[in-house]
Every structure is written in C-alpha cells, then in structure tokens.
C-alpha cells in the first residue's frame, strides 16, 4: 500500500487503536490510585529516533505529546528483542520529569529488524527519598526526592533483572506497590509491541516506516497550517506564581512567542532563575521539550481538533529555554513539584497566542488547581489516606459562551471522587462541595466558577495535603473587556473566631473536630460584562452564581425582585461605560494584586532583573532574586523609589559590596 | 399457543416481528415511523399485518414494544420542567457532576448543559452520614419554603436525591410524603428508590433523567394501549428494557428510567438469542444504522451488562446490556480535508436528509453511496420498495471526492469503505483493550440496514473468522422483544469486609434483596417462581476498583466464608492473573437479578436445498481495488445447505450482504448465512488484537 492521502487517515487509526490498547492494558491491571483515578500516565508508538507518533487520545495525562525519547533512546546500546530500557531520572535525558514518573521502553524488533519502539510512563506513588510520595516543595536538592535510576535494561531478552527490583525495593515506602505498578507497566510494552507488529504485519515493513514518517509529517502539516493562521508578529507574556518556595516571593515566568509565517519560536527568557525549592522544570533546554510545550498542544488541538497528537506538531516550533532558570533547572535542583510551574506554562502560553488572537480562544483559565488528600485514623487506630479530589476552577470564559464551572481546560482530564465515596472511605464529614458564587472573572462570557470543598477531620494526627496550592494572590486575567476571576481561599475552622487564613500552605497538620475550606479560584471572563445579555445575568443571580450586589457592580445590572429593571440597568450601563478605564496591559485584565505588583516590579525592572541574574552562577540567582525583592520593597517602605529600572542595578550593587563573594564569582559565571 | 408480536420503533424505520407459536414461522414488516405522532405506526402496522397476513389481533398473546421516545425526549431536550431537592451546599451536584470534560484536549470543551436548571434546585438541612445514621435531623419547617419554590419555578415535578440516601432512604422519602401532601398529584421521585447505589451524581443523574421523561413516556404508553385495544389487541402491553428483559407498560409509566435503552438492548437479546440458535457462544453483535456502528459483546450466550451507558450526553447508571458506539454510520459523510486527506465522519446525513443515493436531499456522499458506486448496493431495491437507489448521483458525489484526490471513483470509494472500517477499528479495538477480549473468539453478527454490508470488511481487519447474518437482519431488535424474559435488578450498598462478623449482615442483606425480587416479580409475573441471580461488588481491601463476582444463593445462606473468599480471588485471579490470600476483601455491594423466562419459540426451518445455489444474475462490482464479476444471490432463493464462495452479494429487502473474495457462504436451516473468512481459517494472520 502506497502511503498516499487515502492511506493517512486509516494508518493513524491502526496506530492509536495500539497506543489507546496500551493505556486500557495498564488503566486495568495498575494499583496506584495515579494511575486509575488521575490517569497520570503516558504512552506511545516512538521512532526509532525517539519521537512519539502515536498516542491515545482519550486516556491519560495530556502533558506528553511529542516527548522525545531521542536522549535516552541512545543511551542504552545494543537493544535486542525482549529487552525492556528505564529510568526515572530527570536528569538522564529529560525524559522523566520527575523521581515518580517511572518511563520505559522496549525495542519492537520485526524479521530481525529493529523497527521502532513503544514507550509510556507511569507515576509511582513514593520512590523513597525525605517525604513519603517524594514530593514535598521543602526539598531542595533532588538526592532529597528518592531513589534514581539513570537509563538502564530492567528486563533483557525477556528476563527481568531482579537485582534492580530488590535495590528500588530497599528504596521505596511500599515495594509492593512499586513492583505492581512495574508489571503492568511492562505488560503495557507487551501489548503495545504486539499491536505494532499486527500492524507491521499488516501494512509491510517498509509501508510501516513510511508510514512512521507519513504521520509526523501531516501532523507537521496540520500544525504549520494553523499556525500560519496566527498573524506574524511577537507577543510577550507573563505569568505569576504566588510562592516561589515555601512562603516565598513570587515566581514569574515569562514568554515571547515569535510568530514567523508557519513557524513559531517560544522564547522563555524572562522567567525567573531556578529556585531553591521542588518547582523547578527539567527541560535540559531541549528545543521541543514536551513540558514546555503542553500550552502549545492545547491551543493548536483548540484551533483545530481533528490534529493529530505527535511529535510532528513540534517541528514548527522552537523553545529557547535559558539554562539556570526555572524552566530549564541544572543538578541538583529539586523538580518534585514541577506540575506547578509546567500548569503555569500552560496559561503563559494561552496567554500569548492570545494577545495574537484573542478572537479565536477563551480567556484565562482557573489554573492554581490543588489535588487534595487526607491521612488519618480510623475508630480502630488504622491510618487511612486518600486523594478527596481536585479543587480549582472553571474554564475561562469562551468568545462564544461561558467557561465550564469548576474544573475545565487544561486540568479537564481530572475527575473527582464522589463525596459518598469519600466519607465511605475516610472519617472524614463533607460540608460542602460546591461551586463558588461571585468567583467567575465578569465577562460577555463569564469565566467558569471555581469549586470549594469544606470538610471536618475527627482524629489526632490527621494531616490535609493541598498539592500545588496557588492562586491565592494572582488571579487568573479576563480578556476583550472581561475581569479576572476571583482568587482562592483556604482556611481553618472559617466558621470560627479562631477562623485561620492558610494561604498557601500544602500541608495542614489538624486537630480532631477542625473544618477545612478550600475555595478555588475562578477563571477569567471574555468581553465586556456590560455587553452581557440581561437575562443571562438574572439567570445567573437566580441560580445563585452571581450575587445581586455583583450584577449590579460588575454587569451593570439592576435586579428588582427576581426582575431586570430595564430602565435602571441601561441608565447604570450608560454611567459605568463612560467611567471605564484603560487597562495597563489590554486587552488582558489581570486583577488589583497583580497590578499592584506590576507597578512595582514593572517589565522593565524585570528586565534588569534577568540580565543581573543571568549573569551570575547558578546557585546565587535564587538567593539574589529574594534580596533584590526585599530591597525594593524597603525602598517603598521607605518611600524613596523613583521610576525606571535604574533602582535594582542600585540595589544589586549595593549586594556586591554585602556579598564579596559574589564578585569574582560573577566574573566568572 | 398464539401469535407473539414484538414492534421496535426507531428513528426511521418501524419494525415488527410476528411469531406464530404453532407453525413456528416468523413473519416481519417495516414502516415508516412517525416521530411526529408516535404510536400511530403501530397502528398501521397491525392494519398493515391483518390486511397482509391475516392475523386476527384476537390471537396475539404476546405482545412488547421497544421504543425511543425516551431516549428522543432527552437527546431533544423536551423532557418536563424538573426540580431538584439536594442537602445544602450540595446543590451543584449536577453541575460538577465528575469534572471531566468530553474532550479534554480542547480548552473549550464543555459538560453538557444539566437536564435541571440550577435555579430549580433547593438545598435542604439534614444529613446522614456513610452508615445511614442521622447526624442532622431534617429540618421539615424548610420544606414550606422548598415548595413555595417549586411553585414558583414552576416545576411540574421534583427529584429527590439526598446524600447516603442508598443506605437509609428516610429523609427522602420523609420529604416526599410532606411533598405529596402538599401538593396532591405532583409527580415526586427519590433517587435512591430508583437505583440505590453509592455516588451521589450517578443515582441523581439516573433519577433525573427517569423524572425527565416519566410523564412524556407514561402518556405515550397509555395512548398506545389503549390504540391496541382499539385494534382488538386484549393482550396486555409488555415493554423492553434497557437490561434487556420486560415488565409491564403499566410499570414502565412509573418506572420509565428501566425502558430508555429498550430498543438497543432487544436488539442484543436478538442477537444473543439467535446466536444460541446456531451454537455460536461468543457474539459481537454489531448494528450499523444511519448515523452511528454500534456493538454488543454477548459472552458464553449471555450478554454484557454494565451501568453508565450513554443517552446522548448522558449517562445513565442502572444495569443495562452494554451497547457500545465504535464509528460512524451508513449516512456518515466522506471529505477531503485540506491537506488533501480524506477522513470519513463524524459528521452524518443521517436519515434525513440521508445519503445522495436516496435522492431525498442529501447532496454530501456518504458510506452508503460508497457502496452504490462500487456496485455493492442498487443490484435490488432497497428497504421495503421505499427507495429506489440514484446511483448516478452518488457517483457524481464521490467522483468529487475523487478528482481532490486524483484517484478513479471506485478506488475512492473503496478508500472511504476502509477509512470507515478502520475507524471501527479503532473503536472496536478500544473495547476490547477495556475488557481484555480476543475478537478472534468471537463471531460477528451484523444487523441494521448497514451491518451485513460492511461486516466482512471488519471480521477481515479484525481476523475474526466467522460472521452470522441472521434471516432478518433489520427485525432483529423486534424479534429480540418477543423472546425477552420478565427481568429486574436489585442492588444494596454493604461496604463492609468479607469476615466471620459479617457473615450474618451479608445474609440478612441477600434476603432483603429477595424479598424485594420476590414482591416485583409477584406484581409483574404473578406465582412464576423466578430464577435468582445473586453477584457481588468486591475488592481487596485499598483498591480503588470492584469486580463484580458472582456468589450462590446457598453459599450466603450457609455463611460459606471460604467459599465466598474463594469466589473473589477466583475472579481476581481471572481478570488480573493473581490473587492475594492474605488481604481482606470489601463487599462493595450486593446484587441480585431476578428473571421469569418467557417460552422460547421454535423456529420453522427453511426448506433444504435440492440443487446447488443459483446466482439470479452476475453483476460488475469493485471489490478489493479490482473491478469484479460478482454472483448475486436474492436472500429469497436460498435453502438450507446451500454454499457458495466469495466475491457475492446477497440482497434481500432490508439489507445487502457484501462476500467479499476469500470469504465461503453457508447457509443454515433456519436461513442464517455463516460466513467464513478463509485467510483466518487457512492459518494466516495469526496474530489478533
């Protein structure tokens, strides 16, 4: 069969029936709740270079399109049939992220041929390290994050190399878990080897490899015909995170996306420098990381859905990724937690395609999602733990409709636990899960809302974990006259005076009888709110998503007993359109406290900012970055800054002359 | 002894399936239906059968019906105007229902809209906790106030669900007794008296989408009884649901969320039916209508059930035979995107305005015109002398197609036939990786106008090697409501751990669960001893999934703890390839079918063939990218033992049959055809999903 127009489409079903056969294989034979209740898995039909052609497309983590096997692929010589390759280590190849993420890969040999590989990866619940689960945003070295396994043979020639599995098993809190979570991983490449080579049978060996190419290339073609849909031009982002560690200052990263006919560079410069905590992204600067790359993937699927997910999306593309920065982390940063800042990339990136476009996608999603679990005790002593779920927010607010509410977008793959399962499983009392009204960013299209979750632990010792708490101060921006979503609050006991704001805080250490409340932050809205139809505002009033006080504020609209009152509200609209005011940064609205921060830490200041840090080793850029924080806001203290960028080269010199230390160093980073 | 007549009415076509019990002979008809006055058709379908057949409805015994008037009234949204009473902060439970987005690569994916406006929800005060104990008493001053706002929202009727309400339905069914006496003749339904399983959005969303469309499916019934007494028909109506068995139309007014899927699951009692027939145990039946493929796994002659199957977007979770959607349509739409690629579906021409060769409008080829090019369809005329085929149409169509690609017309049309298939592929492919199937164990049986059209196509690509197409593949589903059992679920929640303690609550809970069956079957079946099923939901102790075991009565009675560890790990060991003596075992819950069997008929066999089968004509056709001298057979002309060899086509007036080359016929005594795909039985392809 020639691999003409009327075979692509009949080639990339047969791949991805394989690649969606190995992701069922594993969802069904797995123990980790990861993998069953999160799907925090990959999988793959690679090259023989190490490029994902295939991948399933309604299973799994949504963050692995194009991973490029390509550096670890050639770190293992001599592949023979029935040997199967791993590692866990980020900083082997970038190809794991993180000590958890277990990836494997196994040689498809055809007739004596190697002809491509299949590949997946899979989170393990703990790989030993300083905390159980091995993450915690405290570390700050990856030794602290478990055991690593550089790319080595867990299995050659069909043997399975036990001597690997007794020392991961002297590493690990629950071997038995880890080693489960193995086999159905190594039954997966299995599956996916038979499949290809039913595949290969199928179509011919040099059909196969033609057809390998075939659908990089159209998925090449796709993503080049979109692309050139985006006009030329630069578009600069930036984003916040709250804490750059634990009680921290705010972590920026930041995007110039370079829009060159078909082609596009994401240049990353401009994100902060890597940090003394587990947020770090290990990227190893490669040009088509799939971590820095799951924005991209997410708009280019929204711009056109029937694209293929492959590494052929990639080849338009170019991320330039400045080594010592957070997102391109150098040994030993710790990178446990880099689902935070990679969420981050995410809307970074929506971000700057929609300073391009912002016709043809939504405004900022919720994001800040934290996965919130619980150990505790049962009537008998036992300890219990258990995810309870996800709590965040909505999609944003849609050039057409209204973000969905409570989760959506880019963390709409998660799905929850039932509150009946919960309280079944864990003695614990839910006294809300529910969406958060006034919490969507006002809009034509209102931002979807976010969700809160509020429950009582009755046991000593019970300890709450709110994974990748944020949000807290940065809201998430509305777009075309849209308003930023409300934050998030957690909070202890909110009901009571000793009622205490948490903040941040991922872990919660809890007395029996205490009520935790997350309320998750909400997306941003799309158009102006006083464009917003009337009745969709009273619809939202009744159905309690928006209060009467915000119609009337936020949408101009003025209710009279569970009625518009037409007259008042043109009247209002009439006063509040004559009052607006020019955004800062338009169309994008971001919120008071980020444009609070943005006066101080202006684009520019940023600027000097990464050329100071750029300039100086590694392993000062985190310390300095939090000196220069804390003597410009002295300075305001102060009352003594002055405009301009001028004042952080004022300040970095004065740390010269604190820090002698710094400069012969300097001299020569 | 009499007439058994079952009628399934989908969204072209009306089918009826007329058995008469003494001769054994199945007689079958097609009308149009009437979406427009549903249950007109049957009416003049029984005019139509009497004036053909002479049936005398004075005779008919028997008599079920299949419908999509609940599955219509939800997918079109014209359901009534529903409340929803929920404990307090939990109103959203529709709206957040499990988070996940139908497409979640897209940033702009949405859940569908709920079936209840949020702002006809009421939080109410009062919580049970896991156990089904009290912790806030409900506060019965707050229902006024809840009233007062179904009046005002004006609601026409109201859904219960409360959370934990499966282990103690008290303060539901407290609120529904202050509801009704409030308001006399509101319609009010409890969640948990509807399905009483654990997961809160699942039993509300099940509820409401039986709340939806109680009254629009209880007036229907009512209308449609009383137009078959009109008719002379005396036998009582007897309604197919979606597990597959029937009850009473008078239950199904109550109870219509047991009937939404009613006319799928007859199909796949059809199919499994017709399957033990011909000694087949291991069936995929595979539907292909207007718009979508879709496909049933019937294991060892049973088959598979499951909760959560879709009705349009929704889904609803009680026990329903498991029907599976894996691609696209005989009406799918054929394009060339622009790369030049040419893809098939999802978009449909449906039934209306259907494929260009119909002539009804429809001016985009699709998988049916396909065929009429490559000589496949057109060689007869099609469903019922209602349409007479315009091939010359559906070639200027494809030939569209085929100038973009620059391919001739047959070997476009031939292309779209395998984009099309490996799309069911996939999606086949996908079922089976779920439940750990090997196809190649399985025969395929297709039905609906398009099944036995495309099956060879898919038995090739998925290296099964027999297909059974039954005598009347488009009646299948009517056939299938005639010989369906009188069937009910039962379900309660245990959540406890299999142990020495708990032996006597796991008995006490088995004879709950019986004494509910037996009070069912009594009202519906009268003093038929019913057959009882008993399975449980069951895990290692930390899993976060349940594999429903099957237990037996005597087991539980006699408190059998080995025995009913055994079961599990058993099922363990079957599904996963190990067991762990050493763990304690969860029952989730526990489950218990109850079944009266309706008579099976015998079939009249077909006369055997006395001389070798006689092609009626040979006709050009395009098969396997070559222009081909194909034997067409009329499905009339064939006896039993006839056989003969690929390439060929078998017409008969609901459906065409394509051979492809490399395929062998033969048919049964009771008219099946079995075909079988010689390259599998040859020893090639070895190597399966």
């Known amino acids: 069969m020639a691999f003409d127009n009327t075979v692509v489409q009949i080639f990339a079903n047969y791949c991805v029936a394989a690649a969606e056969s190995m992701a069922y294989t594993l969802v069904r034979t797995a123990h980790s709740t990861f993998i069953k209740e999160t799907e925090d898995f990959s999988c793959a039909l690679i090259t023989p270079e190490g490029l994902a052609f295939a991948s399933p497309r309604t299973l799994g983590a949504t963050w692995y399109i194009g991973l490029d096997y390509g550096p670890v692929l050639s770190r293992i010589e001599d592949y023979r ?67 690593r396994f550089p790319p080595v043979k867990i299995v050659r020639e069909g043997v399975l190399d036990e001597s690997l599995l007794d020392i ?83 972590m920026r990263l930041a995007l110039n996306l370079q ?69 391109n982390a150098v040994a030993p940063a710790a990178v446990g937690m880099r689902s935070l800042t990679c969420k981050l990339t995410h809307v970074l990136t929506f971000g700057a395609f929609s300073r391009a476009i912002p016709e043809r996608l939504p405004a900022c999603a919720a994001a800040g999602l934290a996965i919130m679990s619980v150990k505790t005790m049962d009537s ?93 101060h940065f809201a998430s921006w509305g777009i075309l006259g849209g308003q930023a979503g409300a934050t998030a609050r957690f909070t202890r006991n909110p009901e009571a005076d000793h009622a205490e704001a948490l903040g941040n805080t991922d872990i919660v250490h809890c007395q029996p009888g205490d009520v935790i409340r997350l309320v998750g932050c909400g997306a941003g809205g799309y158009g102006d709110p006083l464009d917003r139809l009337s009745e969709e505002v009273l619809r939202d009033v009744r159905c309690g998503y928006v209060s009467p006080e915000r119609a009337r504020t936020d949408y101009g609209v003025v209710l009279d007993h569970d009625r518009v009152s037409e007259e008042k509200t043109q009247a209002l609209r009439r006063s509040m359109r004559d009052q607006s005011r020019v955004l800062p940064d338009a169309p994008f609205a971001y919120g008071p406290y980020r444009d609070a921060f943005e006066t101080r830490w202006t684009r520019e200041r940023y600027a000097a900012l990464t050329d100071i840090l750029a300039s100086l080793p590694v392993a000062w850029r985190f310390f300095i970055k939090h000196q220069l924080f804390d003597g410009l806001a002295a300075r305001y203290d102060k009352g003594e800054v002055v405009e301009g960028a001028a004042v952080i080269h004022e300040l970095f010199e004065q740390l010269m002359k604190r820090y002698p230390a710094l400069s012969p160093q300097r001299d020569s980073a | 002894m009499g007439l058994r007549i079952g009628v399934d009415i989908g969204g072209s076509f009306t089918d009826f399936a007329v058995l008469d019990d003494a001769t054994g002979v199945l007689e079958s008809l097609k009308v149009f239906s009437r979406p427009d006055s549903p249950g007109s058709e049957v009416i003049t379908g029984m005019e139509t059968l009497s004036r053909r057949y002479g049936i005398d409805p004075a005779e008919v015994v028997h008599f079920t019906h299949g419908t999509t008037v609940g599955v219509n009234a939800v997918v079109q949204r014209r359901g009534i105007r529903l409340g929803l009473i929920t404990n307090r902060h939990f109103e959203d439970v529709l709206n957040i229902a499990r988070l996940k987005t139908p497409d979640m690569y897209h940033l702009m994916s949405v859940r569908p809209a709920p079936l209840i406006d949020r702002h006809c929800t009421f939080g109410i005060d009062g919580r049970l906790n896991a156990q089904g104990e009290e912790i806030a008493p409900l ?55 509807v399905w009483p399983t654990i997961r809160e959005y699942e039993r509300t969303v099940t509820a409401v989408i039986g709340g939806y469309v109680q009254p629009r499916v209880s007036h229907y019934l009512g209308s449609l009884q009383k137009a078959l007494i009109e008719t002379g028909v005396t036998a009582p109506l007897q309604v197919t649901k979606s597990n597959g068995g029937i009850m009473s139309a008078e239950r199904g007014k109550t109870d219509c969320v047991q009937m939404i899927l009613s006319g799928t699951a007859s199909g796949v009692i059809g199919a499994a039916w017709m399957a033990r027939l011909c000694g087949i145990d291991n069936v995929m039946s595979l539907d292909i209508g207007g718009t979508t493929a879709d496909v049933a796994l019937i294991v060892g002659g049973a088959p598979r059930y499951a909760t959560g199957e879709y009705i349009g977007d929704y889904q609803i979770h009680i026990p329903s035979v498991s029907v599976t959607s894996i691609g696209d349509g005989g009406g799918s739409i054929a394009s060339v995107d622009t790369l030049g690629v040419l893809k098939v579906g999802p978009e449909s021409a449906g039934s209306t305005p259907g494929p260009v060769c119909y002539g009804r409008g429809g001016t985009a080829p699709t998988i049916t015109d396909a065929f009429a090019v490559m000589g496949i369809l057109g060689q007869s005329p099609l469903g019922y002398d209602t349409v ?33 298939i490996s799309g069911m592929y996939a999606g086949i492919s996908r079922l089976v990786s779920r439940f750990g199937i090997d196809p190649r164990q399985f025969s395929l049986m297709p039905f609906g106008g398009a099944g036995p059209m495309l099956a060879c196509y898919l038995a090739r690509t998925l290296h099964m090697q027999t297909i059974a197409v039954p005598t009347t593949p488009g009646v299948l589903s009517a056939l299938g409501g005639l010989i369906a059992d009188t069937r009910n679920d039962f379900v309660r929640i245990t959540w406890y751990d299999l142990t020495q303690a708990t032996l006597e609550r796991l008995d006490q809970d088995r004879a709950a669960l019986e004494r509910e069956a037996r009070d069912w079957i009594v009202e519906e079946a009268g003093d038929a001893a019913p057959e009882l099923t008993l399975s449980a939901e069951m895990r290692y102790k930390g899993q976060s999934f349940e594999i429903e075991t099957p237990l037996t009565v005597e087991d539980v009675r006699h408190g059998k ?39 099976k008929p015998t079939l009249k066999t077909i006369e055997t063939a006395r001389e070798p089968a006689r092609p009626c004509d040979h006709v050009q056709a395009w098969m396997d990218g070559a222009h081909r001298r ?14 003969f060899e690929g390439p060929a086509i078998v017409a008969q007036d609901d459906t065409t049959t394509s051979v492809l080359p490399g395929f062998s016929v033969s048919v049964d005594g009771w008219g099946n055809l079995h075909l079988i795909n010689n390259a599998v039985t040859n020893g090639e392809n070895r190597d399966g999903l």
């Open chain 2, 561 to 599: 703890l080995s025995a009913l560890r055994d079961a599990f790990h058993r099922e363990h060991e079957r599904l996963y390839h190990y067991r762990d003596e050493g763990a304690d075992i969860q029952v989730v819950s526990l489950r218990l079918i109850a079944t009266v069997p309706t008579p």
């Open chain 2, 630 to 643: 194909v034997a067409l057979y009329r499905r009339s002309d064939l006896r039993s033992g006839h056989r």
């Open chain 2, 139 to 193: 506060d019965e001053s707050g229902i006024a106030e809840t009233i007062k706002g179904l009046e005002r929202t004006g609601c026409e009727g109201v859904v219960i669900s409360l959370l934990h309400a499966y282990r103690n339905p008290v303060h539901e069914h407290r609120v529904r007794d202050l509801i009704e006496a409030a308001m006399p003749g509101f319609f009010v339904s409890c969640a948990s008296d």
């Open chain 1, 81 to 147: 049939p029935g040997d199967i390759a791993m590692t866990n280590d980020p900083y082997s190849g970038s190809v794991a992220t993180h000590t958890p993420d277990i990836v494997m890969w196994k040689p498809v040999f055809y007739q004596g041929m190697l002809i491509c590989f299949v590949g997946g990866h899979i989170h393990n619940t703990d790989m030993g390290g300083a905390v159980p689960a091995s993450l915690s945003r405290t570390l700050t070295e990856i030794e602290q994050e478990g055991i």
């Open chain 1, 380 to 472: 008998d002593g036992r300890t219990l733990m258990a995810s309870l779920g996800p709590v965040g927010g909505g999609a944003g607010g849609m050039p057409f409709g209204d973000g969905s509410d409570g989760s959506g977008a880019n963390v709409a793959f998660l799905r929850n636990t039932p509150v009946e399962i919960n309280e079944a499983e864990v003695p614990i009392l839910m006294h809300r899960y529910c969406l958060v009204p006034d919490s969507g960013g006002p809009g034509r299209y209102r931002g979807g809302l976010g969700l809160c979750m509020e429950f009582q632990v009755f046991s000593p010792g019970t300890m709450v974990t709110a994974r990748n708490r944020d949000r807290t």
């Open chain 1, 168 to 250: 991961m098993a002297a590493n690990v809190r629950v071997p038995k878990q880890n080693r489960g979570d193995l086999m159905a991983q190594i039954a997966m490449l299995h599956n996916g080897e038979k499949r290809v080579l039913e595949i290969i049978e199928r179509f011919g060996t040099a059909d196969f490899c033609t057809g390998m190419d075939a659908l990089l290339d159209y998925a090449e073609r796709q993503a080049r015909q979109v692309i050139a849909t985006v006009p030329d031009g630069d578009y600069f982002f930036a984003e916040y995170a709250d804490e750059d560690s634990v009680a921290g200052k705010p």
């Open chain 2, 388 to 420: 007479n085929l315009d091939i010359a149409a559906s070639r200027r169509a494809v030939g569209q197609l085929a100038e973009t690609l620059g391919q001739p017309v047959e070997a476009t049309a031939e292309a779209i036939v395998n984009v099309a």
């Open chain 1, 259 to 327: 829009i060159r006919g078909e082609e596009a560079i994401l240049d990353y410069t401009g994100s902060d420098p890597q940090l003394a905590s587990s947020l770090n992204m290990p990227t190893g600067g490669m040009v088509r990381h799939a971590l820095a790359l799951v924005g991209y993937h997410y708009v280019l699927y929204t711009l056109q859905d029937d694209i293929l997910l492959n590494a052929g999306l990639d080849r338009p593309v170019r991320c330039v990724l400045p080594e010592g920065s957070v997102v």
